[in-house]
């Protein structure tokens, strides 16, 4: 019997073809430069927001009424350990009183945002338009 020979086909390497690659990659810059053409230019208008200044050491004047709050959420009229509920009429007792009303809102270090903005709408609430927020803590009922 003589050999049979039997024909093996070489296999075919694999190629990475290129040609598609940069068409998706141009398809998707393309699409990235249309899309960032199209968003509206968003227009600011330059703010001055205002700075804290440093205490000049200068106590307020003497008929200024210092509101406090404390982590707590106690509440001090000059001093004066004070409800909440009792907030409202002190400040329109406090209005009637004084030609100048002026208020300073204090609070010490672990005050919370929502009691102290509940003091402020307080103020607000009764139409006194001097008042200030105190920038620095300091302690509890001083």
Known sequence: MEGTKIKVSKRKQARIEIIPLIDVIFFLLATFVLFTLSLKRIESLPVDLPVAKPPTGEPPPTDTVTIQVSGEGAIFWNRELIDMGEVPSRIA???TQTDDPRILIAGDE??????????????????????SVETRTRPTGK
Do not use: M, N, P, S
């Open 93 to 95: 007792y406090y209005k």
């Open 110 to 131: 672990k005050a919370r945002f929502g009691t102290t903005v509940a003091v402020l709408d307080e103020v607000r609430k009764a139409g006194i338009q001097k008042f």
